[in-house]
């Protein structure tokens, strides 16, 4: 009797602990094998099974056998490969997402060494995790968002959204919809080990239309073009982003070695580009243009760009801005700082042509703060009372 009781504790026992162990991964490969297209057919995956909140789902065909998500369809996955290398042969994939919900547990790379794409037209994409555009050498990396919302991390749990990172090759285009971005927005990162050196990663962000926000109230976060030897660029022509953190234009990060003890500086290179739109940081944060050892350019040839203080790297190496159609708003009074920048060629206006002329104000135009802006050739100057508060000055550049 005790020898049975002793076996049927122990077979309990083990029954529990089996059904306690975590559920092994599985790797679904997208086949298309039914036609249709549907992430939620069972048949278009290896071994016919939809992948699962434990298993890595693998895309790996484009063009017409493209992996759809509709409002059908509530995924949810340890990791979403959008492309795949296996070693010898990179296989390209699509996948098109105009409904429903896509979970992504870890982080899950579009275009991991080889060619993914990435089409955003609807439905809300969390992704728990970094998600990648173009990671990895060979990695070619594209997100095409016309609509839904791409969720990334969230406010206690912060996550970086990579475009070109690892030596890869990212390109997001947005022009509707919304991104919440709780981590980082990097837009050229690192480098990657090729055959002959270092290979940087780059980075493009064309915002056309929407919105992207980038932080919270509960934990700033930065927008940093071109960082660790990657080149980023950002081009903005419309939409809007919310920026509560830094704006980093061209971002040094420092490598430290401990035996011997020695710190090296990997500089980025990064490229702002406006014609529209609305760029915001925080009053409380700053703009930095190729500051500490990083190459930074901005051309606000329109819409607006807000934040706190300006930074502006060394002349002739780190930073410059140039102002034509666009205008550039500061927190509170730096006139001195403006003045200084225009007066040491870090800031050009219509790239430094002798008819233009700059306009400058600190509480007229808009209250407690600084704006510039640049006109092509003289025009009467009018101004502005405004109770007296303050007058808008006008320098030739």
Not at 15 to 38: I, K, M, Q, Y
Not at 240 to 250: A, K
Not at 295 to 317: A, F, K, N, R, Y
Not at 372 to 385: C, F
Request: glycine residues 18%.
């Amino acid at each position: 009797m005790y020898r049975k009781a002793a076996f049927l504790i122990s077979f309990v026992s083990l029954v529990v602990l089996v059904c306690s162990l975590p559920a092994l991964a599985a790797t679904r490969t997208w086949e298309n094998e039914a036609g249709d297209n549907r992430w939620d057919n069972a048949v278009n995956w290896s071994k016919d099974k939809i992948p699962g909140l434990d298993d890595v789902a693998r895309i790996v065909l484009s063009g017409g056998d493209e992996c759809l998500i509709d409002d059908a369809v509530d995924a949810s996955v340890k990791k979403l490969q959008v492309g795949y290398n296996d070693g010898t042969t990179a296989f390209s994939g699509d996948l098109r997402m105009t409904g429903g919900s896509l979970f992504l547990k870890n982080a899950s790379p579009v275009g991991p060494k080889a060619e993914g794409r990435f089409y955003l037209e609807g439905g809300t994409v969390t992704a728990n995790n970094v998600p990648s555009f173009g990671d990895g050498l060979d990695g070619i990396g594209y997100l095409f968002m016309s609509g839904g919302v791409f969720n990334v991390g969230s406010a206690e749990r912060k996550r970086a959204l990579r475009i070109g990172d690892d030596g890869g090759k990212g390109f997001a285009t947005i022009s509707d919809g919304v991104v919440n971005a709780y981590g980082n927005l990097v837009i050229g990162r690192e480098a990657g080990d090729g055959p002959e050196g270092l290979i940087g990663s780059e980075g493009l962000l064309s915002l056309l239309g929407g919105i992207i926000n980038v932080g919270s109230e509960a934990s700033a976060s930065d927008l940093s073009i071109g960082k660790q030897y990657g080149t980023g660029t950002l081009d903005i022509s419309g939409g809007r982003i919310n920026l509560i953190g830094d704006l980093r234009v061209g971002e040094t990060t420092i490598k430290i070695i401990q035996e011997p003890y020695e710190e090296i500086p990997r500089p980025g290179t990064g490229f702002l580009k406006m014609t529209g739109g609305i760029l915001s940081v925080a009053d409380s944060n700053n703009i930095k243009i190729g500051a500490d050892l990083g190459t930074g350019h901005v051309d606000l040839w329109g819409g607006t760009l807000m934040g706190g203080t300006l930074e502006i790297g060394e002349p002739g190496s780190g930073g410059s801005l140039d102002i034509r159609g666009g205008t550039l708003i500061l927190e509170g009074n730096q006139m001195a700082n403006v003045l200084g920048y225009i007066g040491d060629g870090r800031m050009t206006a219509y790239g430094g042509w002798s008819g233009a002329e700059w306009q400058y104000d600190f509480n007229v135009r808009n209250a407690g703060k600084t704006t510039v802006t640049a006109i092509p050739e003289p025009a009467t100057l009018l101004l502005l009372g405004l109770g007296g508060v303050g007058l808008l000055r006008r320098k030739r550049a």
